[in-house]
């Protein structure tokens, strides 16, 4: 089993609407949270880092993590056609060297 | 992307020969790692080096060498290539454990 678990999708939503992702993961021990953007053939780019539990805002994107249940979320208001990528979860210990394990990642097409 | 280049962009290489693909930055940041990505498995960490000289293996390391004999400049070696290696290679840097920067990839394709 995979330590790391996010459906790969594809997830087709209206422009506009709500785009909700998330990751399930089995190691207790992960402390730190991101979320990558990656376009098709570019390489993936931070969108967003979180430190243990809580919440996160930035403009229309919005990260939990709810460390007692082991998930994490993202979510993307107003979503648009420039939000057409796969969004890859993330996660590490601490004092592990950035040694991340990361989900597959979920492909997300808007549609305009 | 981060002061990341990744060289070189696509290869087409043969079942046993060797390949060396180089990862430069100028950011000057302390952690370097490479990873493949393959569909359905995500990114997978092959190497790291948290200095000059100073590498250790990742998760698949088996079939792969790397060194790094400047800060700059990180290099993975496929010893013997063979068809499983075929994969979109990705190089990472990082000033801190918590968030890694990666370049726009290489593609290679053993035949």
């Known amino acids: 089993q995979k330590e790391v678990e996010q459906d790969p999708g594809p997830l087709s939503v209206p422009e506009g609407a709500i785009v909700s992702l998330n990751c399930t993961y089995s190691n207790s021990a992960f402390q730190y949270f991101m979320w990558y953007r990656q376009y098709s053939r570019k390489g993936p780019e931070l969108l967003m880092y979180t430190y243990s539990s809580g919440n996160k805002e930035d403009g229309r994107f919005t990260a939990q993590v709810d460390k007692s249940s082991k998930y994490i979320s993202l979510f993307i208001r107003d979503s648009q056609p420039s939000d057409s990528a796969t969004y890859l979860c993330?996660?590490?210990?601490?004092?592990?060297?950035?040694?991340?394990?990361f989900g597959a990642g979920t492909q997300v097409v808007v549609t305009p | 992307d981060a002061g990341i280049t990744q060289s070189p962009r696509h290869k087409v290489t043969e079942t046993g020969t060797p390949v060396t693909l180089r990862c430069h930055q100028t950011?000057?940041?302390?952690?370097m790692y490479w990873y493949r990505q393959d569909p359905g498995h995500g990114l997978r960490l092959i190497h790291y080096s948290y200095g000059v000289k100073d590498t250790d293996k990742g998760e698949v390391s088996d079939g792969y060498s790397v060194s790094r004999s400047k800060t700059e400049d990180f290099l993975l070696t496929l010893e013997s290539a063979t068809s499983s290696q075929t994969s979109v290679y990705f190089c990472?840097?990082?000033?801190?454990?918590?968030?890694?920067?990666f370049g726009p990839g290489t593609r290679l394709t053993v035949l």
């Open positions: 990472a840097i990082s000033s801190s454990y918590n968030e890694q920067f």
């Open positions: 993330a996660m590490s210990v601490t004092d592990s060297w950035g040694k991340f394990q």
């Open positions: 950011e000057n940041h302390r952690y």
